[in-house]
């Protein structure tokens, strides 16, 4: 059992590992919050969100966590994946388990803290987040397939006192009460090893729990209070914020086409031993990733990431803070964190909302360019100004 004690900004971090398929200095760093919640981060260096990170390596987790979903569910499987942070990582499990199970009848959808027009959605809460509010959208064709599914995967990047999951799953249960079997699947799952023996028990159906490393932790915070930022969530139930229903929002059954066309003409403008940052925004993770790994496929030496309106100190494992404007138009803090500008040759910024001065801003601090997701397949650079 390895035990690691941080002392930060915020109050004292003890954690304590039980049980690691991959290293934990390989996995996670550690960050002090502007949370007054919960004044610690455990940062992933596999998720790429805070972190920069290698399409192979995201990967390597994809396959890890899909390959622990018991084979043994009953199908239709529906997989749900935590906005903003776990919104890639799921969809990449979910991607790597239809790899796995090419005749597997699936779903996948993540929630949002956006309204996607005039979509049916329901909602739950993320209680120790800056932006506690989360909806899941369906289309009718996710709606139809939900009402008959038997079995139901929840993806984050982290479980820590797993109350995100029992909200959802309460929500879950009480709309579509045949479910029969529930899958937790996260990076890392520090619940304790007498929470996971009771999860069957908390949750009401027979449950089981795949991490990449396990463990548990005790935070003491400190005198001083966690520094309060600003409120991450302003939501306007009228307002129109460009979250696109096209590539996971409101549900989708199979694995997104990658933008192969793309990467083939970026990489032709890429020198040999240039560095590569693809950067996704907010909730558009997925298709970052993809086109990262496409980059990756063609020999580019190219690293993925996303920017945030997670508020986290320049402490521990954050180094560098760029703060941007939100793309997405709520007026909410955002940042990128351990990216200098000048630290890439070539950044290449995925968005799924409109041109937007927040998007000029943002693509002029790193001197990036622009690539605007309309659908897999219309994906239209915008001319940085």
């Not at 968005?351 to 994906?379: C, D, V, W, Y």
Request: aromatic content about 8%; glycine content about 10%; charged content about 15%.
């Amino acid at each position: 059992m390895n035990l690691v004690k941080q002392q930060m900004p915020t109050g004292e971090l003890t954690l304590k590992v039980d049980e690691a398929r991959f290293p934990l200095d390989w996995l996670i760093g550690f960050a002090a919050r502007a949370n007054a919640k919960r004044g610690f981060l455990f940062l992933s260096k596999v998720l790429g969100k805070h972190w920069p990170v290698t399409p192979r390596a995201m990967q390597a987790i994809h396959d890890d966590l899909a390959a622990q979903i018991p084979p043994s569910l009953p199908g239709p499987v529906v997989f749900i994946a935590m906005a903003e942070t776990a919104v890639g990582l799921g969809q990449g499990v979910f991607e790597a388990w239809l790899r796995a199970n090419p005749n597997g009848k699936a779903l996948f959808l993540h929630s949002s803290r956006y309204r996607v027009g005039t979509v049916p959605f329901f909602e739950f809460e993320e209680s120790h987040s800056h932006a506690p509010r989360q909806f899941l959208h369906l289309s009718d064709a996710a709606s139809a397939l939900f009402s008959t599914a038997r079995s139901l995967v929840l993806i984050d990047d982290e479980a820590s006192t797993g109350n995100t999951f029992a909200n959802l799953v309460q929500v879950c249960r009480a709309r579509y009460a045949q479910l029969e079997k529930l899958h937790l699947g996260v990076i890392t799952n520090f619940m304790g090893q007498a929470a996971n023996a009771g999860l069957s028990e908390r949750f009401g159906l027979p449950t089981t729990i795949g991490a990449a490393l396990s463990g548990h932790y005790a935070f003491q915070a400190g005198e001083a209070p966690a520094p309060v930022a600003a409120s991450a969530q302003r939501f306007e139930a009228n307002e129109e914020r460009g979250a696109s229903p096209a590539f996971g929002r409101i549900g989708v059954g199979r694995a997104l086409a990658p933008p192969q066309g793309l990467a083939v003409q970026l990489a032709q403008e890429i020198g040999a031993g240039d560095s590569v940052l693809v950067l996704g925004t907010g909730e558009f993770m997925h298709p970052s990733f993809l086109l990262a790994r496409e980059l990756e496929s063609l020999g580019k030496n190219v690293v993925v990431q996303s920017t945030t309106r997670s508020p986290i100190l320049s402490w521990g494992s954050v180094g560098h803070i760029v703060h941007c404007d939100d793309n997405y138009g709520e007026g909410i803090a955002n940042y990128l964190y351990n990216v200098a500008p000048g630290q890439y040759q070539h950044v290449f910024i995925c968005h799924e909302t409109p041109a937007s001065p927040a998007l000029m801003q943002l693509a002029g601090q790193l001197n990036g360019r622009l690539f605007h997701f309309q659908s897999e397949t219309k994906i239209e650079e915008i001319p940085v100004c």
